[in-house]
């Protein structure tokens, strides 16, 4: 197996309708859209391609996932999990413990305040740089996160990893 780091990009779904209704099932709204579409652009950009997705059973995850695919033109194996439905840091360790396999990179799409959480967490100890004063200064809607990881999947754990990149997609952003 390669010794390059694995890379996890844990991403926040984007904006969402208000509540009406069940949260689960709250779908995109048109900016929430193109902000996913210019997410997809960025990751193809930087030519980060998901062998594992591991996505909420949300619609607005899944919307997410499906627009950001259709932009970048990548997809992958996508493992729709319950459990990272508004899922704890925990829980979303134990998810991508479980289910990352021998995965290079995996894409965990997912909620606040988790997603947020676990970049911090996986983070911890990293020196201060802009990568992590931008996880800490806040995740906003259709936020992605790289993390390298140089543990096997199944060590994953607090101050594992370092977040090398994080960006906010806007579709109005001209970079």
């Known amino acids: 197996m390669s010794s390059a780091p694995r890379r ?20 995109l709204v048109d900016s929430g859209i193109a902000d996913a579409t ?6 193809r950009e930087r ?3 998901a062998d594992v997705v591991l996505c909420s059973t949300a619609v607005r995850t899944r919307e997410t996932w499906a627009a950001i695919v259709a932009a970048s033109g990548e997809g992958a194996l996508v493992a729709h999990d319950q459990r990272i439905y508004n899922a704890s840091v925990d829980t ?9 396999g021998h995965a290079r990179t995996v894409v965990l799409v997912g909620h606040s ?15 201060y740089d802009d990568a992590t004063r931008a996880v800490e ?9 790289v993390i390298e990881v140089d543990v096997p999947w199944s060590k994953l754990s607090a101050g594992t990893g370092r977040v090398v990149a994080v960006h906010t997609a806007r579709a109005d952003d001209s970079a």
Request: contains cysteine; aromatic residues 4%; charged residues 15%.
């Open 38 to 43: 210019a997410l997809g652009h960025w990751l």
């Open 8 to 27: 996890l990009v844990v991403i926040r779904h984007a904006k969402a309708a208000a509540p009406d209704g069940s949260d689960h099932e709250r779908p």
């Open 47 to 49: 030519t980060i391609v």
């Open 113 to 127: 305040p988790g997603i947020p959480g676990l970049a911090a967490v996986l983070s911890e100890g990293q020196p």
């Open 92 to 100: 979303l360790l134990s998810v991508v413990r479980e289910e990352a």
């Open 137 to 145: 200064s806040g995740f906003p809607t259709c936020t992605a996160a």
